[in-house]
């Protein structure tokens, strides 16, 4: 344990004075200031006549000296510490960066010239680079000069804007033919546009994909025919579900037989009211609905129908609540729920109050419940709610309640949601 506690303390220090060293890339680049510390302590700061600036710099860097020193008399007087750190554990340190500072750190020392080139994790944000031009032409080099021979864990990329199809086809093929397993696609995807590869990538565990708002036009359909069987994890957000030609029910996610955690976010339904979730391996599920009013979009307003008998959490937020449609079994293994209504003076959220109601009557194990003042506000909305028959959450021992300010109107309706099991924990949460 002694051992492991002083490799953790010595990758935090590690981390630290990469921070440190990019800061300073950062200032040296700006004023034109030496890389190296040996020739720092040599050299005045020049003079750009900037004197504020000047002085920054100056003080910056002896900043820098006097913390490398300290450091070293604290680790002995000849003691580099990240010298002795194994390429692994500095691989492992560069991967919590995005890809273009991994790059840029790497040049800060000769041993660290081509460590880069072995990462893992691949980060990408648009944000790093001025244009779209410069991300296509470091992206182009990255992926050129990267090894091979090292397998791609996950690829995370975060754009503002489209990506050119050349490009974004590009990387998905890099991206699969190194057996990559977690892909995250934080930006507007066209189907359409994705390679042949994909859709029987078999070492893909984690997907996630994010399409464009209906708000803002035609919104992607998801496809029909992945063949994805090591796929666990499925993040989905602005797709559209269709039925199968030879059916009448939409039901996208019962070839992915490995599921265990899926998150629909602001997807539509349409051609059938409901939407099916059939997987006997979900453990975890999270339904995220489209915030706007249900009549104004079409396919916003549908329900649920769970075949998911290993389903044990369940997390809802939307303007309004579904109708639920599941086996008792299934309803019985949700232990852990969270209902998170984002309004209640819509006629949506109105008329979906008895559901609401309905939902915490057939949900009978829940063991914790969080819930926010909405949602409370919308289940206040049932007629005569507190001589209502409640004969639920017998089992619950946490309820959370999510509230941006005190009101001595939440004791009753706690009381309600308690009534049956009194020694429950409640914490109210003041946002």
């Not at 072995?118 to 182009?140: M, V």
């Not at 990506?163 to 066209?190: G, T």
């Not at 919104?219 to 579900?241: C, G, V």
């Amino acid at each position: 344990m002694d051992i492991l506690t002083k490799l953790i303390k010595r990758v935090l220090s590690f981390a630290e004075k990469v921070e440190s060293l990019q800061k300073f890339a950062r200032v040296s680049k700006q004023f034109s200031l030496p890389l190296c510390f040996d020739s720092i302590s040599h050299q005045k700061t020049p003079n750009l006549g900037f004197a504020e600036d000047s002085k920054e710099v100056f003080v910056y860097e002896t900043m820098v000296r006097r913390s490398l020193r300290s450091r070293k008399h604290k680790h002995n007087e000849n003691e580099d510490i990240i010298s002795n750190l194994t390429d692994c554990i500095l691989i492992h340190v560069l991967s919590f960066l995005n890809a273009k500072e991994a790059a840029q750190t790497c040049i800060l020392s000769k041993r660290w010239i081509t460590l880069w080139k072995g990462l893992p994790t691949i980060t990408l944000s648009s944000s790093n680079f001025r244009t779209e031009k410069s991300l296509a032409e470091f992206l182009s080099h990255f992926l050129s000069l990267r090894d091979g021979s090292t397998t791609i864990h996950t690829l995370d990329v975060h754009c503002l804007y489209y990506l050119e199809p050349s490009l974004f086809q590009m990387i998905i093929k890099y991206a699969i033919s190194h057996n990559v397993q977690h892909l995250l696609m934080n930006f507007p995807c066209r189907i359409d546009l994705f390679p042949s590869c994909f859709f029987s990538c078999h070492t893909l565990t984690s997907l996630n994909l994010s399409g464009y708002d209906i708000l803002f036009g035609q919104i992607p359909i998801f496809p029909k025919n992945l063949n994805l069987p090591a796929l666990t994890s499925l993040s989905l957000k602005y797709f559209s579900f269709h039925r199968s030609d030879a059916g009448c029910v939409v039901e996208p996610f019962s070839t992915f037989n490995m599921l265990n955690r899926l998150i629909i976010d602001s997807c539509i339904v349409q051609d059938a009211q409901n939407l099916c979730i059939s997987s006997t391996k979900l453990v975890n599920l999270t339904i995220i609905m489209h915030d706007c009013e249900p009549k104004t979009i079409i396919g916003t307003y549908f329900g649920l129908e769970l075949y998911a008998p290993s389903l044990q959490t369940f997390a809802f937020s939307g303007p309004y609540t579904p109708k639920l449609f599941a086996s008792k079994n299934v309803l019985s293994s949700i232990k852990h729920v969270n209902i998170h209504v984002t309004c209640y003076w819509n006629s949506k959220a109105r008329e979906t109050s008895p559901v609401l109601l309905n939902w915490l009557v057939v949900l009978t194990n829940i063991e914790s419940l969080t819930i926010c003042l909405y949602t409370l506000e919308v289940l206040s909305l049932v007629r005569d709610l507190l001589k209502v028959e409640f004969p639920s959450l017998f089992n619950l021992k946490s309820l959370k309640l999510k509230t941006p300010m005190p009101s001595s109107k939440l004791d009753k309706r706690v009381d309600f949601l308690i009534q049956n099991s009194p020694s429950t924990k409640v914490d109210i949460i003041h946002l």
